[in-house]
């Protein structure tokens, strides 16, 4: 299995564009969802999806949109790029459920001029 | 709301020195809690989690950590640390359910050889 995967790794953009962050994994997982790591803030979430069709906004949504067409998917968008969202992103997957491991990607980082 | 607190944000430790990192939660019902560890360059991956049962846990790479629920703590210990220890630690609760993690800032440990 090649677990949780992100694309790209790294990313430059210019205030106002737009940009899609892509996540699959291939372990099934119902549960998947989106962080952002700032120095000094931990991780925070940004979106979250319990299945297909299904999604909910976490801790710091604003200026993401998500998806889930497929159990294996759940692409992040940013419509309309800011420095405020330079950072690192993590997606990550597992089990429905509150006692559940959650498996993470290896990040992207992501540079807003 | 559910909200975790880490003590320390960098500790600095000599080989075979005992580490304890600090971690405290907000949170009036059941929890479930969780250490991830983040090697640099690396993804975050799970060092241990407690759900129910003996609050003193085990996990990988000799850690292990105690819940105390009147104290509202989960510390991390490890009796002497490696050089390859270096990484930064999360501690995380979910107690809404599904699989959503909250997130303490983080620990970064540097280990000297």
């Known amino acids: 299995n090649a677990g949780v995967t992100q694309t790209p790794k790294f990313q430059v953009l210019k205030t106002g564009q737009s940009m899609t962050l892509q996540c699959a994994q291939d372990?099934?997982?119902?549960?998947m969802s989106w962080y952002r790591q700032d120095p000094g803030m931990g991780l925070r979430l940004i979106h979250y999806?319990?299945?297909?069709?299904?999604?909910d906004q976490g801790e710091v949504p604003n200026g993401y949109n998500v998806s889930r067409s497929t159990t294996e998917d759940f692409p992040l968008r940013l419509l309309s790029a800011a420095p405020s969202q330079t950072s690192v992103y993590f997606c990550?997957?597992?089990?429905?459920?509150?006692?559940?491991?959650?498996?993470f990607g290896p990040g992207t980082r992501l540079l807003v001029l | 709301a559910q909200s975790v607190s880490q003590h320390n944000h960098h500790v600095i430790l000599s080989e075979a020195a005992s580490l304890e990192l600090g971690c405290n939660y907000s949170y009036g019902g059941t929890v479930n809690l969780f250490w991830y560890v983040q090697y640099p360059g690396q993804h975050l991956q799970l060092l241990l989690k407690?759900?129910?049962?003996?609050?003193l846990v085990k996990g990988i790479k000799g850690f292990e950590a105690e819940f105390i629920k009147s104290k509202f703590s989960f510390n991390l210990r490890k009796p002497s640390v490696q050089w390859s220890d270096t990484a930064e630690y999360f501690c995380?609760?979910?107690?809404?359910?599904?699989?959503?993690?909250?997130f303490g800032k983080g620990t970064m440990l540097l280990v000297s050889p």
């Open positions: 407690y759900f129910s049962g003996d609050p």
């Open positions: 999806s319990v299945g297909a069709g299904i999604t």
């Open positions: 995380a609760v979910n107690g809404k359910g599904y699989s959503t993690l909250t």
């Open positions: 990550a997957s597992g089990p429905v459920g509150s006692q559940e491991t959650q498996y």
């Open positions: 372990m099934n997982h119902e549960y």
